[in-house]
């Protein structure tokens, strides 16, 4: 069940506390953090609930203050989050933009709502400055959270190819992995076969295996690979995020 608590008296200094504890609030001066404050309203919520569903318009910010919530994209589960927290659980909310993923409690979860409203009046004149700036954080966000969700849908060459990505930028290995080929098939939830074959298909990705151990020749191609076309053609279109970093060797 959601429930709303009224706020006033103790109520709203602990609210006030709470806003101060979120570095985006807590340099405000006290009179208009008591403003927003008085805005603001507690949500608690039970196993299940749902708080916000995908797709649909922002229109209030979010602060965990207690429990976890799970965050679903379509019907599968993409993440958690955990309070308290000391930033929003959705930037997004912030530009008024759609939800790009379902909140849904995971258990007893306490919030801290305030209407995207209220801090529009409160921000004034520099109110389309700043949310758009806040914007471009909430871009970033959103393709993080797609990213998690495609790679759950990743193909066996496709995550063999992002794990060694991972692993070369992990250890700045000059283009060469040493391999332990169990400890690869377990991180893929595959067999050690399976993961022989597949190196097989990553020759024509530039990838050769000698023995156990890994040559990677064209970073670019092994890049196309490991990221998902949907993903690429938002990371070109709409933020410039490498979902892979990696420093390829000077040949």
Do not use: Y
């Not at 910010?61 to 599968?76: E, F, K, Q, R, Y």
Request: proline content about 5%; glycine content about 8%.
């Amino acid at each position: 069940m959601t429930k709303g608590s009224a706020v006033g008296g103790a109520a709203a200094r602990g609210i006030v506390n709470e806003l101060a504890s979120v570095p985006a609030f807590a340099r405000l001066a006290p009179d208009m953090l008591s403003a927003l404050a008085a805005a603001c309203h507690i949500q608690d919520l039970g196993t299940g609930d749902l708080a916000v569903r995908q797709g649909s318009r922002l229109t209030d910010i979010h602060v965990l203050l207690s429990g976890t919530m799970m965050l679903v994209a379509g019907n599968a589960e993409v993440g958690q989050r955990r309070g308290p927290e000391t930033t929003f659980l959705l930037a997004e909310a912030l530009t008024g933009a759609a939800a790009p993923v379902t909140l849904r409690a995971a258990g007893a979860v306490r919030l801290l709502v305030l209407p995207l409203a209220a801090l529009r009046a409160r921000l004034g004149d520099g109110a389309d400055l700043a949310l758009s700036l806040m914007a471009g954080q909430a871009a970033r966000e959103r393709v993080l959270v797609e990213t998690v969700a495609a790679l759950q849908d990743l193909s066996l060459p496709q995550r063999l190819a992002a794990h060694l990505l991972k692993e070369h930028n992990d250890r700045r290995a000059g283009g060469r992995l040493d391999l332990d080929m169990g400890a690869v098939a377990a991180a893929l939830a595959a067999t050690p076969e399976d993961v022989a074959w597949t190196f097989t298909d990553l020759r024509r990705h530039g990838v050769a295996l000698e023995g156990t151990t890994a040559v990677l020749k064209d970073f670019d191609a092994l890049r196309a690979l490991a990221t998902p076309g949907p993903l690429r053609r938002r990371q070109a279109e709409e933020w410039p995020v490498a979902m892979w970093d990696v420093d390829a060797p000077i040949p």
